[in-house]
Structure formats: C-alpha cells, structure tokens
C-alpha cells in the first residue's frame, strides 16, 4: 500500500494578523499550521518547515457566499456572452478558470445561491470540476410545486420532510428562494407583474409571505446550518423597498439572511412621492434593529457584465424595459432563469443609482458581521472586481472622486455624499471572510484560530487597495501553496460541502 503523502507542516512567521474572530487586529504574529488545520504552537517545533511572513498581511481565506457559477443559468450565461467584454474579461468564466481566478484572488470557499433541484445533478458535475475551492449550492426547494401545495393547505412536517429530501438527494447546503412563488406567476402567464408579498399566488390561498414563513420555519426545524436565503420580490422594480421592508418585518425576531439588498432599495412607483430613488436609509434602520437578519449587497460596478436570475418575472421586465436580447430558461416549468448581458454605466441614471445604493447599504450597516460583501457575481459586476469594491469602501477620497463622475441627478440627491465612514482593513476582514464563514454556517472557515481550515492569505500591504486585494502575494488552502502572486501553484480537490438535515 501506498501511504499517503504527508501534508505540509510549517509556520508562517512573523506575518501581521488579521483575524476579527479572536479579535486579532493587525496583530504580529506566527501561524503554525499542521495537515491542513491551524494548530496552537507545537511543543516540538522540529519538523515545522518556517516560512517567512514578515511584512505581509494575514487574513483567513476569503468566502463567497453568494455566487453563480454553476448549472443552467451560468451555461446560458456563457452562450449569450462567448467573447470577452470590453476589459478583457470573461463575464462568465468556465468551471475551471472560475476556480483558478477565485484562488489566485484570495477566495478559497464559494456557493451558488440558486440551483434548481432539478439542475442539481448538473450542477455537482461542473462544480467536481472547480478546481482548489472548497464548494456548494443553495436549492431552490420552495420552487417545487409539492412544497407549494404543502404550504397551502398548511403541512408543515411536509415541508419539513419535502425540503429535506431536496437537501439530501440534491446534496445543498441550503435553502433559497427566488421571489417567493414567483414561478406560478410566470407560469400561469401574468409574466413581469408587479405583486406584493400578500397578493395569493395564482389559485392558491397562499402568500409569498406565506411562503417565506413557511420556509423558513422548514429550514430551521431542519436545522440546516445556513438560514432561508431569500431573493425577495420585485426585484428591481421601482418602489421595492416597500417589499423588502415588508420581508424584514415577517422576520422579526427569527433569522433570516436577505440577498442582494441593492437590487431590492428602490423608491418610486405609485405609493412613493418623487422619482426612482434610494429606501436604504429605512432599511438600513430597521435592519440594524433585527439582529436575526444578515444580508448580502449585490454591489453593481460600471462595465461589462451579465445578468441571470432565477428570478424570470424580474428578468422579462428588465428585457422588455431596455430592449436587450435575453433569453429564459425553464427547468420543466418548475423554476426557471433569465438571462441577458448587461452594460452599466456611470452616466446611467438608473445604475448610477444602483451603484450609489449598493455603496450606501455598506455604509449604514451597524455590524460587519451581519453582511457579505457581493456583486451577486456575475449579476452587479465580475468577482474579480470585488478589490475595487474593497477599495471604494476603504478610501473615502477614491469613492468621493468615483461619485463626482455619476449621473448629476444622483449626484444631487444620493445621501451617498454624504457619508464618509472608511472602512479598515480589519473590517474590510470581516466583510469578505470572517462574516460571510459565519453567516453561511461554517465553524472551521473565516478565522485564524486552532482547528480552522488552513485557508490562508497573504497580500503585500499598499496605499491602494484595490491593488492590495487583487493579487495576494501567497493564497493556501487547506495548508497547501496554490496561488502564488496571480499565478496557480497547485490544483487541489475543493471538498463539495452538503448539510446533514435533521432528522424527522
Ligand atoms: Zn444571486
């Protein structure tokens, strides 16, 4: 028999700390890392290969814990954009170069936040083929119509056992849903509508309210480790800032985790005075006050991109609103996913506005912890543009000068410029790992402690963070070099992460 090649021991010495969950700001220190797992200091020290990690910064790996890179939505994705935009980039990169760009960025766990049950099979096959990430996908169970009728006539042990079914066959990690009930809107023809969450789904006495609950209390009884993940609806519609608030309200007091708030901050529409406009500012209060709520951003960045979503109400007014060619996928009319390229600019009224939302959201946020930094890639923007995003939040003159070139109405009346709060690294930290690993339920990710995943990364500190973050000096997962200054040293097996649920 062959035995197994050890795992690297070594220490990274004398590297600058950052670790927000013991409380590590900037601290000097050694990391000491053994099989793949960050160890206490070893009493013999002998065997520890030492590697020098003096003047560089040390942060945990980075988790996305909201992505699209896997399954029908991403494959149309890449069939409406084969070439590269304008700056070079592949909107939606392939399995392989998605894992191999995440990495040499300094990324080392990824989720998909919307597989179709059905697409789950696929799905997996692609993401076996994502190379060094550790890796997983959030169902979209409550699209299913037996869950559906479970919530209409009010069985909950239904549910309960239909989701957890989902969870197991379709190997997820948890439960999203993409405008609760959406799907029978689109199906039974009222496409692009404009519902509230208490509006009763077509031939139905059952909300989208009633289904988010419902949901929700499914995926707690399951214990799944990932609260409901919801896309709420309207999403980019005028006035939705009602709606999300209204989301936040059915979860008070319980936990919930709200997706891409930017696309969900709108004022206007009829109930609303004046034009199309930001709602943070409320939101972000009452988000502030609900401690069982966490959120992703879904950050929009000016430049070439591609919508999808399996949102399909949201993704036919969006085509029909700008006249882009699109295209709809349907998983046997149980889900489905729109998709089209989208190109957002500065002097864009309407993305200016989305940018300036999004930037606001991060701005207001009492507690880091509570939130993920995303463009809900490749939706606001490329992953590889989180550093400029990193660098927005952590530079206020660099955001002053990129909010003096949007769209003057938004200039005028964007409470944006007005908010100067930076940033630190330390936060900075939270946003990118240490919160999202929590969020997402991940004890052994996001922290530098003993028993975390030697998820490591080292950037070269500079003035300018987007350069910092771009090109990590060194990124190991698992204990393992696999990223080298934007170049891949080595292309070990990400674990594919599914949850246990809880027993009935
Ligand atoms: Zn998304």
């Known amino acids: 028999m062959i035995p197994a090649s ?17 409380d590590r700001d900037g601290v000097i220190d050694d990391l000491w890392i053994d099989d793949g797992m960050i160890v206490p200091r070893p009493v013999i020290t002998a065997g520890f290969t030492v590697v020098d990690a003096t003047g560089l910064v040390v942060m945990p ?27 070079g980039r592949h909107a939606v990169p392939t399995i392989d170069a998605t894992g191999c760009l995440y990495a040499a960025l300094g990324y080392t766990t990824v989720f998909d936040a919307a597989i179709a049950t059905s697409a789950a099979r696929l799905a997996h096959l692609e993401l076996d083929d ?54 029978l809107f689109w199906r039974y023809g009222r496409r692009g509508d404009h519902h509230d969450l208490d509006t009763p789904l077509p031939g139905l006495a059952l909300t989208p309210r009633g289904l988010l609950d ?9 214990a799944l480790p990932h609260p409901l993940h919801i896309h709420t609806a309207n999403l980019g519609l005028p006035g939705n800032w009602r709606t999300l608030d209204e989301t936040m309200r059915t979860f008070e ?109 991060y701005l207001r946020l009492a507690d880091p912890w509570r939130a993920a930094l995303s463009t809900d890639h490749p939706n606001g ?69 003993p028993g975390a995943d030697a998820d490591v990364v080292l950037y070269r500190p500079d003035a300018d963070l987007a350069r910092m973050f771009a090109v990590p000096a060194r990124v190991y997962k698992g204990g393992d070099l696999v990223a080298e200054d934007g170049e891949i040293r080595a292309r070990p097996r990400g674990a594919v992460m599914a949850a246990t649920p809880t027993p009935a």
């Open 6 to 22: 050890p795992r690297p021991r070594f220490v990274l010495r004398g590297g600058t700390i950052h670790d927000p969950l013991h």
């Open 130 to 183: 994502l190379p060094i990430l550790d890796k997983g996908i959030y169902l979209l169970a409550g699209d299913d119509q037996r869950v559906i009728d479970a919530a209409a006539s009010g069985d909950d042990a239904a549910i309960r056992r239909l989701v957890g079914a989902a969870i197991e066959a379709g190997r997820g990690w948890a439960v999203k849903v993409a405008n609760p009930g959406g799907n």
């Open 61 to 87: 790996g980075g988790v996305d814990l909201h992505s699209h890179i896997a399954g029908p939505k991403v494959n149309l994705g890449r069939r409406l954009t084969p070439s590269p935009a304008a700056d």
């Open 253 to 361: 007091g319980r936990r919930a985790h709200l997706a891409h708030v930017q696309f969900h901050s709108y004022t206007g529409g009829d109930l609303d005075e004046g034009s199309f406009g930001s709602g943070v500012e409320p939101l972000a209060e009452r988000f502030n006050a609900q401690p069982g709520l966490t959120l992703d951003v879904g950050q929009v960045l000016f430049g070439d991109t591609v919508a999808m979503t399996g949102d399909s109400e949201a993704a036919a007014h969006l085509a029909h609103a700008t006249g882009v060619p699109w295209a709809s996928h349907d998983q046997h009319l149980a889900g489905g996913c729109g998709v089209m390229p989208i190109r957002y600019r500065e002097k864009s009224l309407i993305h200016a506005w989305q940018w300036a939302i999004g930037l606001e959201w």
């Open 381 to 449: 923007a490329h992953f590889l543009a989180y550093p400029l995003l990193m660098k927005l939040l952590g530079d206020e003159p660099f955001r002053r000068e990129a909010f003096a070139r949007i769209h003057p109405a938004v200039r005028n009346r964007s409470p944006l410029g007005g908010l100067t709060r930076e940033y630190s690294l330390q936060e900075l930290c939270i946003l990118t790992r240490a919160a999202p690993a929590r969020i997402a339920g991940l004890p052994h990710k996001g922290h530098l402690g």
């Open 214 to 222: 419902r949901l929700a209390t499914a995926v707690d009884a399951l």
